[in-house]
C-alpha cells in the first residue's frame, strides 16, 4: 500500500492561512486522496479529498502537484477550533479501506 | 444530522473477561468498521463489514471477533481481554457506491484492560 508522510507538528496564528504538506511519492494513479481531521476527544471527521484536480469546500482547499506525488491542505483562515491532528490519507479505487498514518498535529496561537 | 453512536465512552473490564463494543449508525451505510487508536501508531484497522453477516479482516483481527446481525449495527467482541487491548476503539461507517467512501466515526471508547 501507498504511504503518506506528513509532518510531526506545525504551529500556526488564529487568522492566518495554514499549509500543511503531504508527501507520497509511491501513490498509483487510482489512489484517491483523502484528508481527515481529529479533534481532541472525538472520532476523525472527514475534510476533503481528491484525485488530479485541486478542490475546495466549505471546510478546507486541496492542492494536488502535477506528479500527484505531494499535496497540501490549505485552511484559509484558522480558528481555534481548527486545532487538530490532520491526517492525509491515500485510498485505492476499489477498495473502502483507508491506511492511516500518524497525522500532523495543528497547533493554532491566538 | 448523521450519527454514529458508540456504547459507551468509558470502559474498565479485567483480563480474562469476555467484552462487547457496541456501535449504531443511522444513516443506512453499507459499510461499517472497527479501529483500534494507540499513541504514535494512529488508526488500526480491526475488521469491516460491507453487508449485514458480512465481515472481512483488517490488519490486527486477531484476539478480536465481530457481528453484524442488523445494517445498524456492528459489535466488536474481545473474547478474552488482555492488558495490551487497552486502547481507544473507533467505529465509523460509509455508503456504498460513488466515491469518495466518506467514513463517519463514533466518539470512541475509551477500554482499560486491567
Known amino acids: 500500500d501507498a504511504k503518506t508522510t506528513q509532518p510531526n507538528s506545525m504551529e500556526s496564528n488564529e487568522e492566518e492561512p495554514v499549509h500543511l504538506p503531504c508527501n507520497h511519492s509511491t501513490i498509483s494513479g487510482t489512489d484517491y486522496i483523502h484528508w481527515y481531521r481529529q479533534l481532541p476527544s472525538q472520532g476523525p471527521e472527514y475534510v476533503i479529498h481528491g484525485l488530479t484536480s485541486n478542490v475546495n469546500n466549505r471546510m478546507a482547499s486541496l492542492a494536488i502537484a502535477e506528479d500527484r506525488k505531494s499535496s497540501t491542505l490549505i485552511l484559509h483562515r484558522a480558528t481555534l477550533r481548527d486545532a487538530a491532528v490532520y491526517y492525509c490519507i491515500l485510498r485505492a479505487d476499489s477498495n473502502y479501506q483507508l491506511i492511516w498514518g500518524a497525522g500532523t498535529k495543528l497547533i493554532i496561537k491566538p | ?114
Open chain 2, 1 to 114: 444530522d448523521v450519527k454514529v453512536t458508540q456504547s459507551s465512552r468509558y470502559l474498565v473490564k479485567r483480563t480474562g473477561e469476555k467484552v462487547f463494543l457496541e456501535c449504531v449508525q443511522d444513516m443506512d451505510h453499507e459499510n461499517m468498521f472497527w479501529y483500534r487508536q494507540d499513541p504514535g501508531l494512529g488508526l488500526r484497522l480491526i475488521y469491516f463489514s460491507y453487508d449485514v453477516k458480512m465481515k472481512e479482516k483488517g490488519d490486527i483481527p486477531e484476539g478480536y471477533s465481530v457481528s453484524r446481525e442488523k445494517k445498524e449495527r456492528f459489535s466488536l467482541i474481545l473474547e478474552s481481554a488482555s492488558t495490551n487491548q487497552t486502547s481507544m476503539y473507533l467505529c465509523a461507517s460509509s455508503p456504498r457506491g460513488e466515491p469518495p467512501y466518506e467514513q463517519y466515526f463514533g466518539p470512541g471508547t475509551r477500554l482499560t484492560v486491567t
